[in-house]
């Protein structure tokens, strides 16, 4: 840590060679002020604005050194005026900690970090629009992501108009105050408050914040493998993937015990590779405008799923697991809701009346986690009787962000900060039910939204909603950057729904797109399908005897992989490292991979380019430089530092084996053991 004053009061922090922090009276890098924000949510949307009553530039800054070695900086508009913020700067084991306070009713800040204009810059948590964040403006705000997310689409215009719910590029439901630069450093602020990153400026970036964070906090390697590890290191590496999830695909299907017994029997007989059944109707279902929704109140649907307990065992015994679904809200029409308002479990109106939120034609009352009885009392009463006891394996942990602001909760803080913390405290109800049944690395539940912390207690994320098609902004191809970016901040395991879930306006999923959803899913760390919100008018994988056949195919590469693939859960736990990774990851010397977002490399030995785009029977795709390539399907082998293109027919995505590994006759092999015809269950 190297605190520099320079003429005419310039105050610059270096570290490694990186400048952190540059200071002039004429350029100041530090902003304070007031706003009074307007939030309003509808359905998770969330319509957010800011009136700026004072912005103020820090312009003098008095440094002094301390006796621990620490040193401080008091900011003041000027030489003769009191501080109005001061920095207390400290050497950590990786980097340096800018802790901050302040004095008075500031409630705004915007802080200015020293860029160069060939930076480039990812993270952010999970971003579905943009891996490289240059150029762009980043509000982190845990919402619904919205539907198009592409304000000059139709359909984006359609769910606004109708719903509020279009969404734009920046919208997700894992924002993190947390960026990682190519100059080889990470900047984590320790805030949960609103808060709004950009990247626009070539000379700076902007962090704008709401409330005074804690702290700042630079995290510096010499390489990126060292940076990710150390950015997982400080949020928690997570528990590891349960071995069960890689012996084949987990089928969403919810109607009903006869419905998924016949589907399953249908696809082992197609020789699809099966894992689980996740069936999130096990609770029962309401029929809404939107499609058919859950009945929230979580307890066994005896209708759908008569003798469920005898089913499950019977699904154990042929080695299939079952999944279901949770959310933390109670339907103010279910058992459950009564059995938390009696006990006082549930957050309520500032006048301590009831408080419910619409969630689309139903009301919920919310669980109010900040009161540890209730977050016991939904461990137990929920995770552990309805589920782990009844024979739940595994479950989508659905809906952390929508945790509404106006909301009085038990811990006192405003909900407005709250808000962003809700994703952390679900996972971490979900994972301490878990861990108390003594199940950790075997239940497995997945959610989408997140926030700071949330790595050390998810064992898997899923990418969301995304609707049912090829869409830049909405479509496949955003599960990959969303995998890319939440996982350099330390979230190794990523999924999604095989084919997509939102199906409005018309847009319904095609064969197609399935095929290709599920040729991406087999070089993930999970295989799961999802009917849709709208199961009806959308295709589903055993509707075709050709789809069918190529997803059991998918299966069956995703299977072979297993031994690859653990080898990566155990990296991952080890050293934090993510099974998708950017291709700049291992190749940091070739520039030309830092703003790919639509391929990755699968661990260290497979790159991965999914097709994204109807109609596409060839794939361009770049190769980094410095290894030679190996096509998994053809055998020919390509010069790295280039763009090749290949044929990509449906069953055989573009993938490619780094040459010289000692996987690569393994990773080959699986392509020859595929031209044997399929060994059918039970045949």
Not at 36 to 44: A, K
Request: glycine share 8%.
């Amino acid at each position: 840590m190297n605190w520099q004053t320079e003429a005419g009061g310039k105050l610059v922090l270096r570290v490694a060679g990186r400048t952190l922090f540059e200071h002039a009276p004429d350029a100041p890098a530090v902003f304070v002020g007031h706003g009074v924000e307007t939030i309003d949510m509808y359905r998770g949307n969330f319509d957010i604005s800011d009136y700026v009553e004072e912005r103020i530039a820090l312009r003098d800054a008095r440094l002094t050194l301390l006796n621990d070695g620490c040193v401080r900086i008091e900011l003041a508009r000027d030489e003769h005026a009191a501080a109005e913020l001061t920095i207390t700067a400290s050497q950590s084991t990786h980097g340096v900690q800018l802790a901050l306070s302040t004095r008075g009713e500031i409630n705004r800040l915007w802080w200015r970090v020293p860029a160069l204009e060939d930076e480039h810059v990812w993270g952010c948590g999970e971003q579905m629009s943009y891996f490289d964040l240059r150029g762009r403006h980043f509000p982190l705000w845990t919402s619904e992501p919205g539907v198009g997310r592409d304000k000059s689409t139709y359909l984006t215009w359609q769910a606004d108009t109708t719903s509020k719910s279009g969404g734009d590029y920046y919208h997700t439901n894992y924002p993190q105050p947390t960026f990682v630069s190519s100059l080889k450093y990470c900047l984590h602020a320790q805030t949960t408050a609103y808060a709004d990153f950009d990247f626009r400026h070539p000379r700076r970036h902007e962090l704008q914040f709401w409330a005074i964070p804690e702290r700042l906090e630079f995290l510096l390697a010499d390489d990126f493998v060292s940076l990710v590890e150390r950015i997982s290191q400080r949020f928690g590496r997570q528990p590891a993937l349960p071995a069960w999830v890689m012996d084949g695909a987990i089928l969403g299907l919810k109607n009903g015990r006869e419905h998924a017994q016949a589907i399953m029997e249908q696809g082992r007989a197609a020789g699809l590779k099966i894992s689980g059944l996740w069936c999130e109707d096990w609770v029962g279902i309401r029929q809404t405008s939107f499609g058919k929704r859950l009945f929230w109140d979580w307890r066994w649907s005896d209708s759908r799923y008569p003798d469920h307990a005898g089913w499950v065992k019977q699904l154990n015994a042929e080695g299939v697991r079952f999944l279901g679904y949770v959310n933390p809200y109670l339907c103010n029409d279910g058992v459950l809701y009564v059995e938390a308002k009696g006990a006082g479990y549930l957050a309520t109106r500032a006048d301590g009346s009831d408080y419910l939120v619409d969630f689309g034609e139903f009301d919920c009352g919310v669980v109010d986690f900040t009161n540890p009885a209730a977050a016991r009392w939904f461990e137990e009463r929920v995770i552990r009787d309805e589920m782990l006891n009844q024979g739940l394996d595994g479950w989508m942990a659905d809906f952390g962000e929508y945790l509404p602001t106006d909301v009085t909760l038990a811990n006192g803080v405003d909900a407005k900060l709250m808000h962003n913390a809700w994703p952390t405290l679900w996972a971490h109800v979900n994972a301490r039910a878990i861990e108390a049944a003594g199940r950790t690395g075997d239940a497995v539940f997945f959610m989408r939204a997140g926030y700071t912390g949330v790595q050390a207690h998810c064992p898997l994320l899923w990418a969301g909603d995304q609707s049912v098609d090829f869409s830049r902004h909405d479509g496949l191809q955003t599960v990959i950057c969303g995998a890319l970016s939440s996982g350099l901040l330390g979230n190794a395991y990523h999924h999604s729904d095989i084919g997509g879930y939102t199906s409005l306006f018309g847009n319904t999923r095609t064969p197609e797109l399935f095929q290709r959803w599920a040729e991406m899913a087999a070089f993930t760390p999970v295989m799961r399908t999802h009917e849709g919100n709208r199961p009806e008018q959308n295709f589903q994988f055993w509707q075709d005897e050709s789809v069918l056949a190529h997803f059991a195919r998918m299966t069956r590469v995703f299977v072979a992989l297993k031994p690859y693939v653990q080898d990566l859960v155990d990296e991952a736990a080890a050293r934090g490292l993510p099974l998708q990774r950017p291709l700049f990851l291992h190749y940091e010397h070739d520039r030309a991979t830092y703003a790919i977002q639509d391929q990755y490399l699968y661990g260290r030995d497979l790159l991965v380019a999914p097709v994204h785009a109807s109609g596409a029977m060839q794939w361009r795709v770049y190769l980094p430089q410095g290894d030679a390539w190996t096509h998994l399907w053809s055998g020919a082998r390509h010069e790295g530092g280039q763009h090749v293109e290949v044929a990509a027919p449906p069953g055989e995505p573009p993938v490619f084996v780094r040459h010289g590994t000692a996987r690569e006759a393994q990773l080959l092999a699986i392509a020859h053991d595929l031209a044997k015809p399929a060994k059918r269950e039970g045949v």
